[in-house]
């Protein structure tokens, strides 16, 4: 989120954000700072201590919230890159083997600890430890690659995340302000708006680039947990607000598509895995529950409710608004102040979660490179990193401002190694030598082949229609409202 891809709740939701990270030393370090907050991860606490985890039902709230994001908003479009039927069951399928996937990876770092006798393992030390425990001896002298290429990949999921958002601000704001002019109190009849002309939604990017600067400079992370209730309490009541209206007045889907041209698939497939990309948070998940026994059962059943969600939200969205679907269905809302309210609160949220969703990737790159001078140059290095990152987050999303295309990126080349080519591969990497049947080993196979060839196809798909110049851009963010 995803987080991901996507908002996370309150206090409890930041430490899982901060969980994933793979520094350690960044770890101990915001710990030493702030122990109170954190509330420590319980492997690194005394067993005294461990006994205040997280209930089973918090656990599955913090699962069900760290989902929620972005990401639910493209589904609609998503459904249309796929078809009425091919849509939701493709759905389905990449809903089991992304949560299946993520079984896995809590099952193997389980392994590792009781192996090495440690009390936690994040995602990045987990697969470090797989390459050490693989027959290969070339694996086994590389492993460390491992744990690098984790973090490679969560820095540029991260980075995804917040180019999406950006393009999604610019998009939804850059409506509202159109549109104002005419703008009713009457939700029930809208007659075609036509826009007032208003600058570029690149400008518009450009305009919300001091409030980021200025929200990633927040290093304190009591602040940050002030942002995050903020940003769910507006994006809950936004979500409401939005189902309610797209169940009313359902035209007659005999008219589209059950199952879309192959062309728009791999489309379809990056948007999909870029709202299921939550696999980093498993961990710091389970390792913070009472009595992580209980822990399949709640992954199950939470990612059970996330993809009912993303099925309804998608499939409804797309039947609502048929082929006229926007990237973001925010767009497809009417001209009348409670839904132009409904966007403002999104958007409100949706900036609160940036900084977030910002913290990961800086927790990693920061303490490395202010590790490397004095402590004079500390402070101006750590602003001066977050300032270029945040500017190179924006530049991005002005040089991809299609939010249906960057979704689609995102979702495509990282989100699926993280989420499907690197868990089965683990898997075989940890049990081989132990002993593994054919058919495991097969089902591993092909989920991470299926991984990788979505990661090709659905990043070259994106790109081809980045570069293509076409009038497309126009239609998917178009601000034009049709009843």
Not at 17 to 32: G, T, V, Y
Not at 279 to 295: C, S, T, Y
């Amino acid at each position: 989120m995803p987080v991901t891809k996507s908002a996370q709740g309150a206090q409890g939701a930041v430490d899982l954000k901060l969980d994933r990270r793979s520094s350690p030393e960044s770890a101990k370090r915001l710990q030493n700072k702030d122990p109170s907050f954190l509330n420590g991860s319980p492997s690194e606490l005394p067993d005294s201590q461990k006994t205040k985890g997280i209930t089973e039902f918090q656990t599955l709230i913090h699962l069900v919230k760290g989902n929620l994001g972005t990401g639910i908003l493209g589904l609609p479009l998503a459904m249309r890159n796929a078809g009425l039927l091919m849509g939701p069951l493709s759905l389905l399928a990449i809903g089991f083997i992304s949560t299946h996937c993520m079984y896995i990876l809590v099952r193997c770092a389980q392994r590792f600890c009781h192996r090495l006798n440690k009390p936690f393992l994040d995602y990045g030390d987990t697969v470090m430890y797989g390459l050490k425990a693989s027959p290969s001896a070339w694996l086994q002298n590389h492993a460390h690659w491992g744990r690098h290429m984790v973090i490679f990949f969560l820095i540029v999921t991260q980075l995804g995340f917040c180019c999406v958002y950006i393009v999604f601000l610019a998009d939804n704001l850059k409506q509202v302000v159109e549109a104002v002019n005419s703008t009713t109190n009457n939700c029930r009849y809208n007659e075609t708006v036509v826009p007032t002309p208003t600058m570029d939604s690149r400008l518009y990017m450009l305009t919300f680039l001091p409030f980021l600067v200025l929200l990633v400079f927040v290093r304190n992370l009591r602040l940050l947990t002030i942002f995050s209730m903020l940003a769910n309490i507006s994006m809950l009541v936004s979500l409401v607000i939005l189902t309610q209206y797209i169940v009313q007045g359902i035209p007659d889907p005999r008219g589209l598509p059950l199952v879309a041209s192959w062309n728009t698939y791999p489309l379809f497939f990056g948007t999909a895995m870029f709202s299921f990309e939550s696999i980093g948070m498993v961990l710091p998940l389970e390792n913070k529950m009472k009595d992580a026994r209980h822990f399949p059962a709640i992954l199950y059943l939470g990612m059970s409710i996330i993809t009912a969600m993303y099925i309804g939200i998608g499939a409804l969205g797309y039947l609502r608004f048929g082929n006229d679907i926007k990237a973001s269905i925010t767009l497809n809302l009417p001209n009348c102040w409670l839904y132009q309210w409904v966007k403002l609160l999104y958007v409100f949220g949706i900036l609160c979660t940036y900084s977030l969703q910002f913290y990961v990737p800086a927790e990693i790159i920061i303490p490395f490179a202010v590790s490397r001078v004095s402590k004079h140059w500390a402070l101006p290095l750590d602003l001066s990193i977050r300032l270029a990152l945040v500017c190179l987050t924006c530049i991005l999303a002005i040089l991809i401002p299609r939010l249906d295309l960057v979704l689609s990126l995102v979702g495509s080349m990282s989100s699926s190694a993280l989420a499907l080519i690197i868990p089965p591969l683990l898997e075989i990497t940890t049990y081989y030598s132990e002993g593994m049947s054919p058919l495991t080993i097969i089902k591993d196979a092909l989920i991470s082949i299926l991984g990788f060839v979505g990661l090709v196809v659905g990043t070259y798909q994106a790109l081809d229609d980045l570069i293509q110049p076409t009038d497309h851009l126009t239609f998917s963010n178009s601000t034009i409202f049709f009843q």
